[in-house]
């Protein structure tokens, strides 16, 4: 999501910069041909001419930048980017305020979830280790029938029963040692269950701040984008009067630049900030996407293979979704 913003952002940046150029270039006609009947002087001309160089230089680093996000984009998606389309915010996934955020995130983040299977595991393995101290029983039975190959009739059977019980009595203590090692163990997944909560919290609320902030930056943006646009045209109007220099011109069409270029950053940033804070609540997936895309399920690819003594041969399945994510 962050390339393919990337890209839009760029792009739209570069068609800013070099529609900027064109306007500087008129500028910079009207500005020699009023030199040439004497209404400005060669400082106009040369302020015109420089303003132009600054903006071929930022029209070239706006190209270089969006060649930097469409390689990005190539490594991530796989395909260059044709013809992308206009994107939007998924807002309609995120929770309506930053404490039912936080509720979701702490309660169903795949992350906080691991930690507590890891929990459990540490915890089973503690019984593990203490099984080694426990005696053991067991049972052999043995059944033998015997026939002699020169004799006829001379055979013979015989069955065995043996029980046994082993009652450990001294090992050094290495199992108590890995015991209180497993316990310790056990202790530090527990902290880790708590540190994760707290990264993920961290998360939310950090993904959640910089949406807010995205959503304000458009609406301020875009005030100044109208005001910016207001500003040019009267003082172009003034210019035509000799109440405004050409200076000011200039610095009038760069500030309108300036403008259009946050508002298209801040747009971006907020599509951007939407896909963050639904990654941070645990929730950035095919399935809350709806994506148009084969699910790998875990489970099926277990009972497929579960029991299976022999064969190198992956499941269907799965061998089917590689070939169609190969093709």
Same mark, same amino acid.
């Given at each position: ?119 459990? =595991? &540490?915890?089973? $393995? /503690? ?5 080694? #101290?426990?005696? !053991?029983?067991?049972?052999?039975? +043995?059944? *033998? ?74 609406? =301020? &943006?875009?005030? $100044? /984008? ?5 500003? #040019?045209?009267? !003082?172009?109007?003034?210019?035509? +009067?000799? *109440? ?74 799965? =061998? ?8």
């Amino acid at each position: 999501a962050t390339s393919y913003m990337n890209v839009l952002r760029d792009t739209a940046i570069l068609n800013l910069n070099r529609n900027n150029v064109e306007v500087l270039e008129e500028q910079l006609r009207q500005t020699r041909d009023r030199f040439q009947v004497g209404e400005v002087t060669r400082t106009d001309v040369a302020q015109a001419e420089a303003r132009l160089s600054s903006a071929r230089s930022q029209a070239i680093l706006a190209e270089s930048n969006l060649k930097t996000s469409v390689a990005r984009f190539r490594q991530n998606v796989g395909t260059e980017p044709r013809s992308l389309a206009p994107a939007r915010p998924v807002e309609g996934l995120l929770p309506k305020s930053l404490p039912t955020a936080l509720t979701q995130a702490l309660s169903n983040h795949p992350a906080i979830i691991a930690s507590l299977h890891g929990v459990d =595991a &540490a915890e089973l $393995q /503690v019984k593990v280790t203490e099984a080694d #101290l426990y005696p !053991v029983v067991g049972v052999r039975g +043995v059944v *033998q029938q015997r026939y002699d190959s020169q004799f006829s009739g001379d055979n013979r059977f015989s069955a065995s029963l043996v029980g046994t019980l082993t009652i450990p009595i001294y090992e050094g203590g290495q199992i108590y040692a890995r015991t209180r090692q497993a316990k310790e163990t056990a202790g530090q997944r527990r902290i880790e269950v708590d540190t994760q909560r707290d990264t993920v919290r961290a998360a939310v609320v950090s993904a959640w701040g910089g949406h807010e902030a995205a959503k304000a930056q458009i609406t =301020a &943006a875009q005030a $100044q /984008v109208e005001a910016a646009s207001t500003a #040019l045209s009267g !003082v172009r109007e003034e210019a035509k +009067v000799g *109440q405004r220099t050409t200076l000011d011109v200039l610095n009038a069409q760069q500030e309108l630049v300036s403008a259009r270029s946050s508002l298209v950053v801040a747009q971006r940033d907020r599509v951007v900030a939407s896909y963050a804070v639904l990654s941070a609540i645990g929730k950035l997936s095919a399935q809350s996407l709806k994506l148009k895309a084969e699910i790998y399920d875990a489970r099926q690819h277990y009972e497929q293979v579960q029991g299976k003594l022999w064969g190198t041969q992956t499941p269907d399945v799965v =061998a089917h979704a590689v070939a169609e994510t190969l093709t």
